[in-house]
């Protein structure tokens, strides 16, 4: 026969059991995330925050980030149905506070394939609220400003050459010779 042994790991899984379509976890790092309008038939919350210790995922978010934002924050977040098991939630009410705010932020949803989809996100009292769409990860970014490529403006001299007004000389008139008659 074959045995195994359970060997806890590195990962830190938070869950919370849902209550009328609600559903909120407290992480150690003071980070809340709170769901609602979840359906009857989801039993639990589940969320892994993704850290830079955790190298090999971290550096896969990054490349699939690609300069879309700064002070990343990726989680995995998904819920457990009523059998306990997994499954993901669309048009869930996610809310993220954090203990230190974001200037400009923004959420995007990743697919285990590597897609990156921008979510619309609202400011919410310290932190941010999006819906979920189905994916199991998410990432909160503080989105960089657009970098403004500057019009240049026309040419300027600054010493201009003023020709001088030309003058026009009259045309004269030719008055014919009288003709004489014999």
Do not use: H
Request: aromatic share 8%; with cysteine.
């Amino acid at each position: 026969g074959v045995y195994a042994t359970y060997k806890e790991g590195q990962k830190s899984y938070f869950t919370a059991e849902t209550k009328d379509g609600k559903s909120e976890i407290q992480i150690p790092d003071g980070t809340s995330i709170a769901a609602e309008g979840i359906s009857e038939d989801i039993r639990s919350l589940v969320v892994y925050p993704i850290v830079s210790e955790d190298t090999e995922a971290w550096a896969w978010f990054l490349a699939c980030m690609n300069g879309k934002g700064i002070n990343f924050a990726p989680y995995e977040i998904y819920f457990l149905n009523q059998n306990g098991e997994k499954t993901s939630a669309e048009n869930v009410m996610i809310t993220i506070s954090m203990p230190q705010s974001m200037k400009n932020p923004a959420v995007f949803s990743l697919s285990s394939s590597g897609n990156l989809k921008k979510l619309s996100a609202q400011n919410s009292g310290g932190g941010v609220a999006f819906q979920t769409d189905g994916s199991e990860y998410y990432v909160l970014a503080e989105e960089t400003a657009p970098a403004v490529t500057p019009t240049p403006a026309a040419p300027v001299n600054p010493d201009p050459v003023i020709s001088p007004t030309p003058t026009v000389t009259p045309t004269p008139t030719i008055t014919p010779i009288p003709t004489v008659s014999p």
